[in-house]
Each structure stands twice: as C-alpha cells, then as structure tokens.
C-alpha cells in the first residue's frame, strides 16, 4: 500500500486530536509537526512522535515529502496558511472555520481548483454513523416531506463575565458563537436534509460587553456574540431555526439537528452520538443505537466496534479523515462528491454567517 506524508500546522486541542486520528489511519505518515514557537517543541518531540518538528510553518511547506496538510493554526491564520498549502501543491485539511470573510474562503476555493489539489474543511460531526443513517432515512422518504429544521448548539464556556482568555475570545474575529459552533449546526443540517440554506434572519446578542481578563485584572471590550438565534429557510423552501450560544450553563458540546417530516421526525443529539431519535404520530417513538445490523451500508462503513461499544466524537473525527484520505488513495478529482467537507462547503459556513451578521444589524431576512 502507498503511505501518504502528512503534516500538522498548529498543535493546540484540535492539532492534538487531529494528531491521534491520523495515527489511526492505514497507509498515512506524521512527517512533520509545527508549533507556535520553540519553546513547545521539547513537549511535542516527547508525546508526539513524528519524522520532524518545527516552528516555521513554511519549513513544512518546503518539504517534498509532505503531501498532506492540517491547519490546525488560530482563525486568524487560516486564510495565509490554506493559500500557501495550495500553492504549495499540497493536499489540504483546513480546519474550519475555512476563512474569517466570505471572501477569503472564495480565494481560497478558487487557488484550489486552480492547482488541481484535493481538499477539506473540519466538520467531523456530519461522519457520525447516525448523522449519516438520518440522512439516508430522510433521502428514502422515511420522514415523509420534512416540516421544519431545528436545533441548538450550546456550550458553557463565556456563562460569567470572568470566562475569558484572548484564545477564546480572539476580537480577530468578525462573530464568535455563530462563527466558532454555528456553522457546525448550518453544515450538519444542510448535509442531513440535502439541501444548503438559502436566506437567514439572525439575532445576536452581547451578555457581557464588558469582560475582565482573570490573569491581569483588565476590563475587555467584547465586540462578538455570546449568542445568536438565527431563523433559516432552506434553497427547497424548508424553514428551520436554531441557537447557538457560549453561554448556557452546564450544557458542554450539546449538538442537536432535527428535522420534523410528516410522517416522522429524526432527530440527533451530539452529545448521545450513538442514536437516532425517530418520533412517531401513529407508531410511537424509537431510539435507534447504532449497530451494522439496522443501519444503511453507507453509515455502517463508519462503525469499527460491535454494537454497544459506543462511538464517540473523535470516531467522527477520524472518519471524516479517513474518507478524505481514501480518496487521496484511489486518486479522486476536486469537486467530485464527498461524504466530508469540502471547501465549497466551508464557503457556504463562511457565507452562512455573513449574512448572519447583515441580518442581526439591518434587521432583515439575508440570502446567502
């Protein structure tokens, strides 16, 4: 089997991950890691075993043997680094958010398509086996015509006013909670139902417009939402909405798409990523765990256990990198279909809240 080279840029939480999940893949190589400076590479050479570390991004672009590419690098680094990966040559996994502007992540598309390389935005949650058994269940008609799209993502990270650090609240940025975990609810919806979202009317809200930084004592301006409700309507007419907020306390990674049809309504939730919920007028209601037995050939392809030895999130983590490392194998062309995110996808994330920050402040609905 031909292994493929690859490279991690930025080793924070998600390089970190990224890092475990590709040790998990057949015929893929850590060539190279790169920190933010040098001082964290002692650490990394220590848990992190790979061919070479560095603190210069573009060393790792330099090389010949590295034929993959994860920016894992802050929000602000994104569109610098995605650029010089393509021009590099390089095959590209980009975490998302793809770019900070609508605009960026268009360059971004366009230097890709241009270079011929094959690419792919970090939204694992869509490769779960359940999120992919809802999105066959709703292709076959299980659902009956869907009604309305729903759901939230919540978190508890910025619920008091002394939840800072310029990590997570990086003023770089045009939004933060839509931006950060909304497109991840806009990019699993829209891959469940099959359908992009078409227009938005978005709400945003400040709870703390001012925040003491805990480890010097100073006040912070805030300029990015804790929380955004956001109505949508989907490109076949389906109307939908959600909330996504940094600040409900208690409430973790919590996840949760559901699409009410009329026979049916599926619904998931992130944080039990083992089970489908399917409600029932007339039958009465089912929670569906996943097992190889029940489920479409498409989604048990992403289950490695027996049933009841529960997947998790890093599960959908390393199948979205494997399918996008599969493909690299068996020479796929760009814009071909994929189960994963492309960057046409991350475009739409990146348009998704645009229109999002247009629509809080004009007070009107927004096409994306």
Same mark, same amino acid.
């Given at each position: 089997?031909?292994?493929?080279?690859?490279?991690?840029?930025?080793?924070?939480?998600?390089?970190?991950?990224?890092?475990?999940?590709?040790?998990?893949?057949?015929?893929?190589?850590?060539?190279?890691?790169?920190?933010?400076?040098?001082?964290?590479?002692?650490?990394?050479?220590?848990?992190?075993?790979?061919?070479?570390?560095?603190?210069?991004?573009?060393?790792?672009?330099?090389?010949?043997?590295?034929?993959?590419?994860?920016?894992?690098?802050?929000? /602000?680094?994104?569109?610098?680094?995605?650029?010089?990966?393509?021009?590099?040559? /390089?095959?590209?996994?980009?975490? /998302?958010?793809?770019?900070?502007?609508?605009?960026?992540?268009?360059?971004?598309?366009?230097?890709?398509?241009?270079?011929?390389?094959?690419?792919?935005?970090?939204?694992? #949650?869509?490769?779960?086996?359940?999120?992919?058994?809802?999105?066959?269940?709703?292709?076959?008609?299980?659902?009956?015509?869907?009604? #309305?799209?729903?759901?939230? #993502? $919540?978190?508890?990270?910025?619920?008091?006013?002394?939840?800072?650090?310029?990590?997570?609240?990086?003023?770089?940025?045009?939004?933060?909670?839509?931006?950060?975990?909304?497109?991840?609810?806009?990019?699993?919806?829209?891959?469940?139902?099959?359908?992009?979202?078409?227009?938005?009317?978005?709400?945003? #809200?400040?709870?703390?417009?001012?925040?003491?930084?805990?480890?010097?004592?100073?006040?912070?301006?805030?300029?990015?939402?804790?929380?955004?409700?956001?109505?949508?309507?989907?490109?076949?007419?389906?109307?939908?909405?959600?909330?996504?907020?940094?600040?409900?306390?208690?409430?973790?990674?919590?996840?949760?798409?559901?699409?009410?049809?009329?026979?049916?309504?599926?619904?998931?939730?992130?944080?039990?990523?083992?089970?489908?919920?399917?409600?029932?007028?007339?039958?009465?209601?089912?929670?569906?765990?996943?097992?190889?037995?029940?489920?479409?050939?498409?989604?048990?392809?992403?289950?490695?256990?027996?049933?009841?030895?529960?997947?998790?999130?890093?599960?959908?983590?390393?199948?979205?990198?494997?399918?996008? $490392?599969?493909?690299?194998?068996?020479?796929?062309?760009?814009?071909?279909?994929?189960?994963?995110?492309?960057?046409?996808?991350?475009?739409?994330?990146?348009?998704?809240?645009?229109?999002?920050?247009?629509?809080?402040?004009?007070?009107?609905?927004?096409?994306?």
């Amino acid at each position: 089997m031909r292994r493929i080279r690859a490279a991690i840029i930025g080793m924070g939480f998600i390089g970190r991950l990224q890092y475990e999940a590709l040790c998990c893949l057949p015929g893929v190589e850590v060539r190279a890691l790169c920190a933010h400076s040098t001082g964290q590479l002692p650490a990394l050479r220590e848990s992190f075993p790979a061919d070479r570390y560095t603190a210069d991004w573009r060393e790792v672009l330099a090389d010949p043997a590295v034929e993959v590419v994860h920016n894992c690098t802050p929000n /602000k680094m994104h569109d610098a680094v995605n650029l010089a990966v393509i021009g590099a040559g /390089k095959h590209l996994y980009a975490e /998302k958010p793809l770019s900070l502007t609508a605009a960026g992540a268009r360059r971004v598309c366009d230097a890709a398509a241009a270079a011929g390389v094959l690419c792919a935005v970090n939204h694992p #949650y869509r490769m779960n086996a359940a999120v992919l058994e809802m999105r066959d269940r709703l292709r076959r008609g299980q659902a009956g015509r869907p009604l #309305y799209v729903s759901g939230r #993502y $919540y978190q508890d990270s910025a619920c008091r006013a002394g939840d800072y650090t310029p990590r997570r609240m990086p003023e770089t940025s045009p939004a933060r909670a839509v931006l950060d975990i909304g497109v991840h609810w806009a990019d699993t919806a829209s891959f469940v139902l099959g359908q992009p979202i078409r227009r938005v009317y978005a709400r945003m #809200y400040i709870h703390h417009p001012v925040r003491t930084d805990p480890a010097t004592g100073r006040e912070i301006a805030i300029h990015s939402d804790d929380t955004t409700a956001v109505m949508v309507e989907f490109a076949d007419g389906t109307p939908g909405s959600a909330v996504f907020s940094k600040c409900m306390a208690g409430h973790k990674n919590d996840l949760v798409v559901t699409v009410g049809g009329e026979q049916r309504e599926l619904c998931w939730r992130q944080e039990q990523c083992d089970r489908l919920w399917i409600g029932s007028q007339q039958e009465g209601n089912t929670l569906l765990l996943m097992d190889k037995a029940s489920i479409c050939p498409e989604a048990a392809a992403f289950l490695d256990l027996p049933a009841g030895h529960a997947p998790g999130w890093q599960d959908a983590q390393k199948n979205a990198m494997g399918a996008f $490392y599969a493909d690299i194998l068996q020479g796929k062309r760009p814009g071909e279909p994929a189960l994963y995110a492309t960057l046409a996808d991350g475009l739409q994330g990146n348009r998704f809240v645009e229109a999002c920050l247009v629509s809080a402040r004009e007070d009107r609905w927004v096409d994306l």
